[in-house]
């Protein structure tokens, strides 16, 4: 959470990522007009990503206290919700980012992700 937190100061504005992602476009020789949309589905990308670990964390966490499974799968993303909502708030008061419902939206999917994968895995490693 810390590092998410770390992430939504102005230190992840698009203009600061597209210093490193554009080098790397131009390096793969991608054409000028495809930077952009890339740009955004990188973005886009880590949101879902960051919240799929923090899925899968959130349910280790709640399976240590005790939680059984239904319980663990719907707290955990219930919280992962709460804090992407929280993070998109706290975006409102950077300079230079704002707040999204799409971005929440695209969190929490990330961590429904991360939390039906631990689930699969663990099914699976049952059989």
């Not at 992407?84 to 429904?112: C, P």
Request: charged letters at 20%; aromatic letters at 12%; a positive charge.
């Amino acid at each position: 959470m810390l590092v998410i937190f770390g992430a939504s100061t102005s230190a992840g504005t698009p203009q600061n990522t597209s210093r490193i992602i554009g080098p790397i476009l131009n390096f793969l020789h991608v054409p000028k007009h495809l930077h952009d949309p890339i740009h955004y589905g990188v973005r886009k990308t880590a949101h879902f990503v960051e919240y799929t670990v923090l899925g899968f964390l959130m349910w280790r966490a709640l399976r240590a206290e005790g939680a059984g499974p239904p319980r663990q799968f719907f707290l955990a993303l219930a919280l992962c919700a709460l804090y992407a909502a929280s993070d998109e708030f706290h975006q409102s008061f950077v300079k230079g980012r704002e707040a999204s419902v799409r971005d929440v939206l695209i969190d929490s999917s990330g961590a429904a992700f991360g939390l039906a994968l631990f689930r699969s895995l663990k099914l699976r490693r049952k059989n």
